[in-house]
C-alpha cells in the first residue's frame, strides 16, 4: 500500500512549521518539503540583525535541525515548484520533474518589492530577504563606507542599526513625513526618529528616490528634488510583495496574498497556504489581511496542518510581531488600524522605554510596546479577550 503524500511549497517559517505540525496532528504519510534556498530552512527576522551586523552564522539560525528532520520523516527537496496541476494532483518542478502530490500546502511567501528608479540595478545595489542577500551586503560593507537606504520601515531601520554597529555611515531615506508612517502612531516615529539620531544615522524624511547613478558601481542616489546623495552601498526595504503567481496560475483565488479561511483552506478547500503569502479575515478586527510576521505563519501553519490531517482548527491568534534596534525591543500587539486615540505611557521623547495604546471606540486593538515586555503580556490579553480598560490604567500601566 502507498501511503498519502503531502507537500509543502515553501521551506521557511510557515513551511517549517506546517511539516512539524503535520506529524504532530498524527499524519502517517509522506512528506516533502520543498524550498529554493539552498539551505535547512532558517529564521528570518536575524538576517536584519545579528546575522547582518555578523554576530551569528547560517547554522544559528536554523528552524530546526537537520536531525529533527530525519527523525521526523520530513523529506527535504531544493528545487523550485513551477506550476501545479490540481486535476492531475501534480507539481512541475524546474528541473523537469513531475511531483504528485495526496495533499498540498503552499506557503511561498514574499519577495521585495523593487525600486520603481532607474539606475536600481547598479552593482552595490541590494534587497535584503534571504541569507544570500545578507552575505552580499557583508561583503560590500567590507569595503563601504557611506550606506544608503531606502525606506524606513522596520526592515530598514533595522538594518540602519546593524550597519552603524559595523562602522558605517548610514543615510535612511523616507519618501513620507515620518519613519514607520505606514505602521505607527506619530509618536513612535518620532521615538525611532530620535533614537536612529542619536546613533548616528542621518535621517531623510519627504526624500523620493528618482534615480541611482554610478559607472557600473552605484556612486550617487538622486533624489526627486534634484539633489544627490553620495553611496558606496544602497539597500532598498521598500516592502514587500506577495508571491502568488504560482496559484494564480493554478485558478486559485489570490488578492493580495492567497485567499485562504479560517481553516487555512484556498478557494480550492484541498489545498492550505499558510504564511506570508496568504491573507485571511481575522475576526477579531473584522477585516481581511496579509500578515507578515513570523507568529502568524506559524498560527497558520498549525492551522493549516490539522485541516490537512481532516481536523478542525481555526486561526484565532491575536497577531504579534516584534523588531530589535540596538538596545530596544519592540513589540507590538494587535493591529492599529482604524485606531481614533492613543495613549502613551512613558515618555518617548526622552527616555527608552514607553507603550503606545491604540483604541477605537474606547477599546484597546493594539499597543507598540518599546522595552516593556509587561505592557506587551498585558495587551495582548485584554484585545484578544476585549476587556474594557480604563485610561488611567493605561498611562500607569508599567508602574504595576
Ligand atoms: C530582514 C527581515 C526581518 C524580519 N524581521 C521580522 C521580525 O522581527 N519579526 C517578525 O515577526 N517577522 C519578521 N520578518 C518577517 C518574517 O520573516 C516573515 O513573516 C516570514 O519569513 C514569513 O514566512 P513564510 O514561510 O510565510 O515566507 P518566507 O519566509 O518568505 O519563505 C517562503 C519560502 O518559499 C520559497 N518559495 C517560494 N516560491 C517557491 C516555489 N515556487 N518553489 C519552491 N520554493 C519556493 C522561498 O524561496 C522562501 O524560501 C522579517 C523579514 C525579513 C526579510
Not at 490540481?86 to 521585495?112: E, M, W
Amino acid at each position: 500500500m502507498t501511503l498519502p503524500r503531502a507537500v509543502i511549497v515553501g521551506a521557511s517559517h510557515a513551511g517549517a512549521q506546517l511539516a512539524a505540525s503535520l506529524r504532530q496532528e498524527k499524519w502517517d504519510g509522506e512528506i516533502l518539503l520543498i524550498g529554493n534556498e539552498s539551505a535547512l530552512p532558517y529564521q528570518r527576522p536575524p538576517l536584519s540583525k545579528a546575522y547582518l551586523a555578523g554576530k551569528s552564522t547560517l547554522e544559528d539560525l536554523a528552524i530546526r535541525s537537520a536531525e529533527f528532520y530525519a527523525k521526523q520523516d520530513i523529506q527535504l527537496l531544493d528545487v523550485t515548484v513551477d506550476a501545479i496541476d490540481r486535476s492531475a494532483g501534480q507539481l512541475g518542478l524546474s528541473n523537469g520533474q513531475t511531483l504528485a502530490f495526496d495533499k498540498l500546502a503552499l506557503c511561498l511567501g514574499a519577495r521585495p518589492r523593487r525600486l520603481p528608479a532607474s539606475g536600481a540595478d547598479l552593482a552595490g545595489v541590494f534587497y535584503l530577504r534571504t541569507a544570500a542577500d545578507v552575505e552580499l551586503i557583508r561583503d560590500a560593507a567590507t569595503a563601504a563606507r557611506r550606506a544608503v537606504i531606502v525606506g524606513g520601515g522596520y526592515i530598514g531601520l533595522e538594518t540602519a542599526a546593524s550597519l552603524r554597529a559595523l562602522g558605517l555611515d548610514v543615510t535612511v531615506l523616507e519618501a513620507t513625513d515620518r519613519v514607520l508612517e505606514r505602521v505607527t502612531a506619530p509618536g513612535v516615529s518620532a521615538f525611532f526618529d530620535r533614537i536612529h539620531r542619536e546613533e548616528g544615522v542621518t535621517i531623510r524624511t519627504g526624500a523620493l528616490v528618482q534615480a541611482l547613478t554610478g559607472d557600473s558601481q552605484v556612486r550617487e542616489v538622486v533624489l526627486a528634488t534634484g539633489e544627490s546623495i553620495p553611496a558606496d552601498l544602497v539597500i532598498v526595504g521598500i516592502g514587500v510583495e506577495p508571491n502568488v503567481e504560482l496559484a494564480a496560475a493554478a485558478g486559485l483565488a489570490v488578492d493580495n496574498g492567497v485567499l485562504i479561511d479560517a481553516h487555512a483552506r484556498t478557494s480550492d478547500p484541498d489545498i492550505v497556504a499558510a504564511g506570508d503569502c496568504a491573507s485571511h479575515d481575522i475576526a477579531r478586527y473584522g477585516r481581511r489581511v496579509r500578515l507578515e510576521s513570523v507568529p502568524s505563519a506559524g498560527e497558520q501553519a498549525k492551522v493549516a496542518a490539522a485541516t490537512m490531517c481532516g481536523k478542525s482548527k481555526e486561526i484565532a491568534a491575536l497577531p504579534w510581531f516584534w523588531s530589535d534596534q540596538y538596545d530596544l525591543k519592540l513589540q507590538i500587539a494587535g493591529l492599529n488600524t482604524g485606531y481614533d486615540e492613543v495613549i502613551l505611557s512613558g515618555d518617548p521623547s526622552s527616555g527608552r522605554d514607553f507603550t503606545c495604546f491604540y483604541l477605537r471606540d474606547g477599546e484597546l486593538i493594539a499597543a507598540d510596546c518599546v522595552n516593556r515586555p509587561r505592557d506587551f503580556m498585558f495587551s495582548k490579553q485584554v484585545i484578544t479577550q476585549r476587556r474594557p480598560v480604563q485610561r488611567e490604567q493605561l498611562v500607569g500601566q508599567s508602574v504595576d
